[in-house]
């Protein structure tokens, strides 16, 4: 079971904007604007999108941000393409004695 | 530009041990947090283990604490991680990480070397 908890998939149409969830707790993800989203395509490597909760690394796309309100962080994909088509994992820094915690990963279906 | 290659995967029997190793380039592996990332087959990440840039702190998640050994050499800009006592729920895609100055996320990961833990 992980600490983070996502939906298992979400769906949008091209063009659509989709929202993915991830909800810990004050110890993780209210408790610090550590968190923290990451795309994974099949057989690939995770790759970053989103840190401290809001910020895009350069080079990623301006149709993805993310918010937290509360014990709950937020990515959205605005505009979707087909290649936004991938897992997306949150992630945020705990204050118990590991270090980050993953949810469980959201599958992004594109129709 | 930033490169990790891990490598070292392979099958091991339970009770067994392996060595995975990550080289680095492209950035001055000496500044920098590494750390080591699983994925079992069609689950999500896991973290595992970080070290400190001159190796003076290491932390491990609780499922491999007393059975892996992380450890860096600057000088060959090499990460490794020592995985003794393997398990069957060991069994993943390990990943190799650098973690971004001062923070708590993941910059730049490699593209994973695959352990199985089987008899």
């Known amino acids: 079971q992980s600490a983070l908890t996502q939906p298992a998939s979400v769906s949008g149409s091209p063009g659509q904007s989709i929202t993915i969830s991830c909800t810990g707790t004050?110890?993780?993800?209210?408790?610090?604007?550590?968190v923290s989203w990451y795309q994974q395509h099949p057989g690939k490597a995770p790759k970053l999108m989103i840190y401290?909760?809001?910020k895009r690394p350069s080079g990623v796309s301006n149709r993805f941000s993310g918010s937290k309100s509360g014990n709950t962080a937020s990515l959205t994909i605005s505009g979707l393409q087909a290649e936004d088509e991938a897992d997306y994992y949150c992630?945020?820094?705990?204050?118990?004695?590991?270090?980050?915690?993953f949810g469980g990963g959201t599958k992004l279906t594109v129709l | 530009q930033v490169q990790l290659v891990e490598s070292g995967g392979g099958l091991v029997k339970p009770g067994g041990s392996l060595r995975l190793s990550c080289a680095a380039s492209?950035?001055?592996?000496?500044?920098?947090?590494m750390s080591w990332i699983r994925q079992a087959p069609g689950k999500g990440l896991e973290w595992v283990s970080y070290?400190?840039?001159?190796?003076?702190?290491?932390n491990y998640a609780d499922s491999v604490k007393g059975r892996f050994t992380i450890s860096r050499d600057n000088a060959k800009n090499s990460l490794y991680l020592q995985m003794n006592s393997l398990r069957a729920e060991d069994t993943a895609v390990y990943y190799c990480?650098?973690?971004?100055?001062?923070?708590?996320?993941?910059?730049?990961w490699g593209q994973g070397t695959l352990v199985t833990v089987s008899s």
């Open positions: 992630s945020s820094y705990t204050s118990s004695s590991t270090f980050v915690v």
């Open positions: 990480a650098r973690i971004s100055t001062g923070r708590y996320y993941f910059d730049y």
């Open positions: 004050s110890s993780d993800v209210g408790g610090y604007n550590y």
């Open positions: 401290d909760v809001s």
């Open positions: 492209g950035f001055t592996f000496s500044d920098y947090y």
């Open positions: 070290i400190s840039s001159s190796s003076s702190y290491t």
